[in-house]
């Protein structure tokens, strides 16, 4: 009697470990992935010199983009909360009957 077919054992290989923010492209490009989307290419190996002064370098850039993001945001933010009490002071003379 024939032996019940098993599932063949896959062995996985360990993926390297990337540094944050960074993935690998189908052409095996190092990647350094910025907050609103942009890519910047890093050098290969990740134990040289230049690959860390350029991964720092994307990582303040990553940095200086999240801070200008939340500087817009707090910009609109204002905006809205002074138009919001603009128009709540033209309603309340409104509603006294001044002009």
């Known amino acids: 009697m024939p032996k019940a ?3 063949s054992k896959r062995v996985q290989l360990p993926t390297p470990m990337l540094p944050r923010y960074t993935e690998l492209d189908s052409e095996g490009t190092l990647l350094f992935i910025i907050g609103d989307g942009r890519l910047v290419p890093l050098p290969d190996d990740p134990t040289t ?3 860390n002064d350029a991964y720092f370098a994307a990582l303040f ?6 801070l200008r993001r939340a500087k817009l945001l707090r910009a609109k933010l204002l905006r809205v909360a002074i138009k919001g009490l603009a128009s709540l002071l ?5 509603t006294r009957g001044e002009r």
């Open 61 to 66: 850039e990553r940095r200086r983009a999240k």
């Open 5 to 7: 077919t098993q599932k």
């Open 90 to 94: 033209v309603q309340d003379r409104r």
């Open 49 to 51: 010199p230049e690959f």
